[in-house]
């Protein structure tokens, strides 16, 4: 069974740093491209980042660029957000999904249940 | 960057059939994924790329892209199927990012 497990959310002031990770298992972790998609509850999904299997192919929304930083240890079967400058607008439930391919998509077939992040002074 | 356009809410009556849309901007919408989303849970994958239903989704659900627009269809749409389902796509301008839809709120009277 495909399983994701997000941690490392919680309170934060402005302007902080938060790192978060995902554990992955039931699956070849290293075989598969994942991201990260956050959700402001009562709101919709925005794409956060993308990394392919090997690190090659990374990519941000415009939102995030130059502020989080996406990375993986595939020894670990972990996936991780580090979050610098955190904002306002960047609380939110932070999702760990997994990619349907080696090379990022579209395709998520596999969430975690995520882990909130709030931004508050 | 590009933007996924639904509508906010849809409803179906018990049984029939409806079609979700996610229209694109000017340019084509590829590589369109769907997705099903209940109060308090994460979204679960339903349909993707060309013709993929993942397993252990209902073949009630299928898609098709024509242009600009992708579409969920719904064929004899159940009760459990009322939740929120969104789009996501390529985004067409700034590609390899992906880009999600708004989100449409499906009602199953």
């Known amino acids: 069974e495909v399983q994701l497990v997000e941690s490392g959310g919680g309170l934060v002031q402005p302007g902080k740093s938060l790192r978060l990770s995902c554990v992955a298992s039931?699956?070849?972790?290293?075989?598969?491209?994942m991201h990260w998609v956050r959700q402001v509850p009562g709101k919709g999904l925005e794409w956060v980042s993308h990394?392919?299997?090997?690190?090659?192919?990374?990519d941000y929304a415009d939102s995030v660029k130059g502020r989080f930083t996406i990375s993986r240890d595939n020894a670990k079967s972990s996936l991780y957000l580090q979050m610098n400058s955190l904002r306002a607008e960047d609380m939110a439930l932070y999702y760990c999904a997994k990619d349907a391919a080696a090379a990022p998509g579209t395709a998520l077939d596999y969430w975690g249940q995520g882990t909130l992040v709030t931004v508050s002074s | 960057s590009s933007e996924l356009t639904q509508d906010p809410a849809v409803s179906v009556a018990l049984g029939q059939t409806v079609r979700i849309t996610c229209q694109g901007d000017?340019?084509?919408?590829?590589?369109t994924s769907w997705y099903q989303q209940k109060p308090g849970h994460a979204p679960v994958l339903v349909f993707y790329?060309?013709?993929y239903r993942p397993s252990g989704i209902p073949d009630r659900f299928s898609a098709s892209t024509s242009g600009n627009t992708a579409s969920l269809t719904i064929t004899g749409a159940q009760a459990e199927d009322e939740a929120d389902y969104y789009c996501?796509?390529?985004?067409?301008?700034?590609?390899?990012?992906?880009?999600f839809g708004g989100g449409t709120k499906l009602t199953v009277l």
């Open positions: 990394i392919s299997w090997n690190s090659g192919n990374i």
């Open positions: 996501n796509s390529r985004d067409s301008s700034r590609n390899p990012h992906v880009v």
């Open positions: 000017s340019r084509r919408v590829y590589y």
């Open positions: 039931g699956f070849t972790f290293d075989d598969y491209a």
């Open positions: 790329g060309e013709n």
